[in-house]
Structures are given as structure tokens and as C-alpha cells.
């Protein structure tokens, strides 16, 4: 279906690890989404081909978010934390990701 190859190397660099929040959590029970930290240079479609990949799961549809790092104050020094980019995957009906289970 899609014509862009992505390289399994690069893919496997794209996700950084799932968001594990309180917002995260009731995103997933009421919209059936997962919640990802990406590199800050990852397509929607590289984030669907890593999850599709990764976890042997379909994807109906990807949005990402860029969140600004909060500034924050060190004595009299400014200083500011990195900003972050996440994904939120919606599964296609009766598809889940199960973090707790081991991986096999």
C-alpha cells in the first residue's frame, strides 16, 4: 500500500519510549490510543511503520505533538529543559499494546 520503504535501522530509532502519564492513560481508554516519545525528526509515516513493526499491531491513524520545554531557574541562571515530540497512535479496532506483558 505504501510506496516509501523505510530502512528497519531507522525505525527502530524512531520511537524513544512510551509515555506513561495520568492524560496518557485516559487518552488510551477513551480514544483506543498509545502515546510515544519520537525523535524530533520522525514522519507520522515512520511512526506507523515503527509501531506497525515493533509491535505487530495496525494502525489506523498517527497525530504528533510538539511540546516546548518548560524554562526553568538554576540560582540566577535561566536555563531550559529539551523540547520533546509525541505521538499519539489510534489502533484499529481490536488491536492493544500491552506494556506490562513480557516480551517475548
Known amino acids: 500500500m505504501n510506496a516509501i520503504k ?3 535501522e531507522r525505525l527502530m530509532k524512531v520511537l524513544l519510549a512510551p509515555v ?3 492524560k496518557a492513560t485516559m487518552v488510551a481508554e477513551k480514544n483506543e490510543q498509545v502515546v510515544f516519545r519520537i525523535a524530533p525528526d520522525a514522519t507520522k509515516l515512520e511512526v506507523k511503520a515503527a509501531v506497525e513493526l515493533l509491535f505487530k499491531v ?5 497525530q504528533v505533538a510538539n511540546r516546548q520545554g518548560k524554562q ?3 540560582g540566577k541562571s535561566m536555563g531550559r ?4 515530540r509525541r505521538a499519539f497512535v489510534c489502533l ?3 488491536q492493544e499494546i500491552n506494556f506490562t506483558e513480557e516480551a517475548k
Open 6 to 8: 523505510h530502512s528497519e
Open 20 to 22: 506513561i502519564s495520568e
Open 58 to 62: 495496525q494502525v489506523e491513524s498517527v
Open 72 to 74: 526553568k531557574r538554576s
Open 81 to 84: 529543559r529539551n523540547h520533546t
Open 92 to 94: 484499529k479496532p481490536g
